[in-house]
């Protein structure tokens, strides 16, 4: 059983940064991001490997969104620059094991489905 806690978020004006963050109990294959808006389906925006090469980005995110990750806190981060209004969501942290995971990397663009670990959510809320 993972267990995951989110924390950070929160309301900025467009152009503004966030960070995210996403504490695990344990160190899974994989872990994303996921973000959903109001009337809108989840979407998975970030997912890596903690010990593959390659991350994924969505392209709605690419070049404004950084995942890190300490490995010794067992701590994901998310770094959110340049935000604009429809980056405003619930942001969902989870945790996939071997149905998220092919070959050395994680499958992309992530799926809810193959994620079987979510944290609490997380609120960003971004006006113009």
């Known amino acids: 059983q993972v267990q995951l806690r989110q924390s950070g978020g929160g309301s900025v004006q467009t152009g503004g940064s966030l960070r995210l963050s996403c504490a695990a109990s344990?160190?899974?294959?994989?872990m994303a991001w996921f973000r959903q808006a109001p009337g809108k389906e989840r979407e998975g925006v970030v997912a890596?490997?903690?010990?593959?090469?390659?991350?994924f980005y969505a392209d709605s995110v690419k070049g404004r969104f950084t995942v890190s990750q300490d490995i010794a806190q067992n701590t994901v981060y998310l770094q959110m620059n340049n935000l604009n209004p429809e980056d405003t969501a619930i942001y969902y942290c989870?945790?996939?094991?071997?149905?998220?995971?092919?070959?050395?990397?994680?499958?992309?663009?992530?799926?809810?489905?193959?994620?079987?670990?979510w944290g609490q959510g997380t609120q960003v809320t971004v006006s113009s």
């Open positions: 890596f490997s903690r010990s593959g090469p390659k991350t």
């Open positions: 344990y160190s899974p294959n994989c």
């Open positions: 989870a945790a996939g094991f071997r149905g998220a995971f092919r070959g050395n990397s994680c499958i992309d663009p992530p799926s809810a489905a193959d994620y079987g670990y």
